[in-house]
């Protein structure tokens, strides 16, 4: 089974930074999307930011200039850089992947979420 482990998370000022990471274990052959999400407690949950196997990244208007989402392939890791913390980026955050297994098999895998707290 592919695994997607997330660090990174914690208590931050407002205006502070974070890199949030997503390591991924297990039998990978490729990729097709790899995307960022967060939860509010009480709201649906939103999708941060996302990058394909070409290398384009798409992110959410409230973080648009903010974040930046980034892959390590040799790593098998994908990060997520914030900057400019804001309270309202207070959420937990999930790493989710999608692709196929070296067993040919479709994927599709969720990190086990990482809070972030920005907070004064």
């Known amino acids: 089974q592919v695994q997607l482990v997330e660090s990174g998370g914690g208590l931050v000022q407002p205006g502070g930074s974070l890199r949030l990471s997503c390591a991924a274990s297990?039998?990978?052959?490729?990729?097709?999307?790899i995307n960022w999400y967060r939860q509010v407690p009480g709201k649906e949950r939103e999708l941060v930011a996302s990058?394909?196997?070409?290398?384009?990244?798409v992110y959410g208007d409230p973080v648009k200039g903010r974040f930046t989402i980034s892959r390590d392939n040799a790593k098998n890791t994908v990060y997520l850089q914030m900057n400019s913390l804001k309270p309202e980026d207070t959420a937990v955050y999930y790493c989710?992947?999608?692709?196929?297994?070296?067993?040919?098999?479709?994927?599709?895998?969720w990190g086990q979420g990482t809070q972030v707290t920005v907070s004064s």
């Open positions: 989710n992947v999608d692709g196929k297994s070296t067993y040919g098999l479709r994927f599709n895998a």
């Open positions: 990058i394909i196997t070409g290398g384009s990244s």
């Open positions: 297990g039998s990978i052959a490729s990729i097709n999307y």
